[in-house]
């Protein structure tokens, strides 16, 4: 089980799939997420990460908030969630993760706080029918009627279906396919509705009930990572092609320096034997 993230309703759109079919999706917008701490069962009795989104000024903080962080020895963040993930996916304090992290394709559980709407009756929140519009009725067309029986048990049950709050719940949505990926803006596009208003939180987590991709990253997902590793390997083989290049420059000199070496004792042998003949020809005269 790999951990999930948050991510800020944008608002809807639609898209359009190879076969130029209507799909209509929610538009949804992960911050930049790194791992603040994890959480395993030996110490805690469990196996999680709390993952902090997005960044924020420390001036905004209250104190225990800044303390909260100066212990944790990290930037502060706006927003911090808990995942329950397995253990063959705790990942190190400082691990980064974004709208990678999800694959297209694949299938996600959303779970939001829906839009409250306040104080409502039956007909509004139960989809009653009401009462008659006609004959018999006064001035309670839109009353949900009784709500209790006889004498026996001579009570309301609870759970009984009446007016009351409509809306500001927590609603979980299951198996919503994700059809469209932003790595650039941090965009996922998934089909469907999803609970809550504009610029509320939505926390998204794999499927439970779908098997996930085996193309889905493990066990978090980052974009520059693959990016990361390919600059150290450019590096390696930069800083190894140096190396070469600086030996073979100290073998050209050492060569160099050997035939000059090499040159000036037979320098010094033709000086002698010019000097030799003068010699001789003085003789002769």
């Given at each position: 089980?790999?951990?999930?993230?948050?991510?800020?309703?944008?608002?809807?759109?639609?898209?359009?799939?190879?076969?130029?079919?209507?799909?209509?999706?929610?538009?949804?917008?992960?911050?930049?997420?790194?791992?603040?701490?994890?959480?395993?069962?030996?110490?805690?009795?469990?196996?999680?990460?709390?993952?902090?989104?997005?960044?924020?000024?420390?001036?905004?903080?209250?104190?225990?908030?800044?303390?909260?962080?100066?212990?944790?020895?990290?930037?502060?963040?706006?927003?911090?969630?808990?995942?329950?993930?397995?253990?063959?996916?705790?990942?190190?304090?400082?691990?980064?993760?974004?709208?990678?992290?999800?694959?297209?394709?694949?299938?996600?559980?959303?779970?939001?706080?829906?839009?409250?709407?306040?104080?409502?009756?039956?007909?509004?929140?139960?989809?009653?029918?009401?009462l008659r519009a006609s004959h018999g009725v006064s001035i309670s067309h839109r009353s949900h009627g009784s709500t209790g029986n006889s004498q026996d048990p001579g009570k309301?049950?609870?759970?009984?279906?009446?007016?009351?709050?409509?809306?500001?719940?927590?609603?979980?949505?299951?198996?919503?396919?994700?059809?469209?990926?932003?790595?650039?803006?941090?965009?996922?596009?998934?089909?469907?509705?999803?609970?809550?208003?504009?610029?509320?939180?939505?926390?998204?987590?794999?499927?439970?009930?779908?098997?996930?991709?085996?193309n889905a990253p493990y066990p978090v997902g980052f974009k520059n990572i693959s990016n990361e590793s390919e600059k150290t390997i450019e590096n390696q083989e930069g800083k190894?092609?140096?190396?070469?290049?600086?030996?073979?420059?100290?073998?050209?000199?050492?060569?160099?320096?050997?035939?000059?070496?090499?040159?000036?004792?037979?320098?010094?042998?033709?000086?002698?034997?010019?000097?030799?003949?003068?010699?001789?020809?003085?003789?002769?005269?």
């Open positions: 089980m790999r951990t999930g993230l948050i991510a800020k309703k944008i608002g809807m759109t639609r898209v359009f799939d190879q076969n130029r079919r209507h799909n209509s999706v929610t538009v949804l917008e992960i911050p930049s997420a790194k791992v603040l701490k994890s959480r395993n069962k030996e110490k805690d009795g469990y196996n999680a990460l709390v993952i902090g989104f997005d960044k924020i000024v420390a001036s905004k903080l209250n104190k225990p908030e800044k303390n909260f962080f100066t212990k944790l020895k990290t930037e502060p963040v706006k927003k911090i969630k808990e995942f329950r993930v397995s253990e063959e996916n705790l990942v190190d304090n400082g691990t980064k993760i974004d709208v990678s992290h999800f694959v297209v394709g694949q299938y996600v559980d959303v779970k939001a706080t829906s839009i409250g709407k306040g104080f409502a009756g039956g007909m509004k929140r139960h989809n009653f029918s009401g309301v049950w609870k759970g009984k279906k009446m007016a009351g709050q409509l809306g500001n719940k927590t609603i979980s949505i299951q198996n919503l396919e994700v059809v469209s990926i932003d790595e650039d803006r941090g965009l996922l596009l998934v089909k469907g509705g999803v609970p809550g208003s504009i610029g509320g939180w939505v926390s998204i987590t794999d499927a439970k009930k779908k098997i996930l991709p085996p190894v092609q140096t190396k070469a290049t600086n030996n073979d420059e100290s073998s050209k000199n050492e060569l160099k320096i050997d035939e000059k070496s090499e040159d000036q004792p037979k320098i010094e042998k033709s000086v002698k034997t010019d000097e030799q003949k003068s010699k001789v020809d003085k003789n002769d005269k």
